[in-house]
């Protein structure tokens, strides 16, 4: 994690209890350690999944927020490799968990995901490309 670019660990020194309080948390480790229960590991998946959606949706959106080619084609090939790959590996991952893919794309929105999901692309429709990123 110390070489994941320049940003993050700036970012993430600005917030040390918060950024503690994340990676120790009992879902994060339960995950981590396999001791998360199936439930809530499958609500999560599902979770992840639509939320993936609307990554996709923001990171399409950031490639249309600029005029510079250099900066699209990081935004097209992150949405390329979200849409192409990301999402299909959980809706594989949750096929094997027991779920349908009608389950998995009929499935309700948390609150916390639409809260959070929609912030950012509301950010990203009114603001600029920096705004969105």
Known sequence: MDNYGVVFPLWKSHCLQEWSDYIHH?????LGDGTLPRQMY????VQDYIFLIHFSRAWAL???KTELSDEMRPC????NNLVNEE???????CLREGLSESEIIQA???PENLAY???VLDVGHRGDFIDLL
């Open 108 to 110: 309700n929105e948390a």
């Open 117 to 119: 999901t929609r912030y």
């Open 62 to 64: 950031a490639v249309t």
């Open 42 to 45: 499958v609500k999560y998946l």
């Open 87 to 93: 999402i299909q590996l959980r809706v594989e991952t």
């Open 76 to 79: 097209a090939s992150i949405l």
């Open 26 to 30: 009992d879902f994060v480790k339960g």
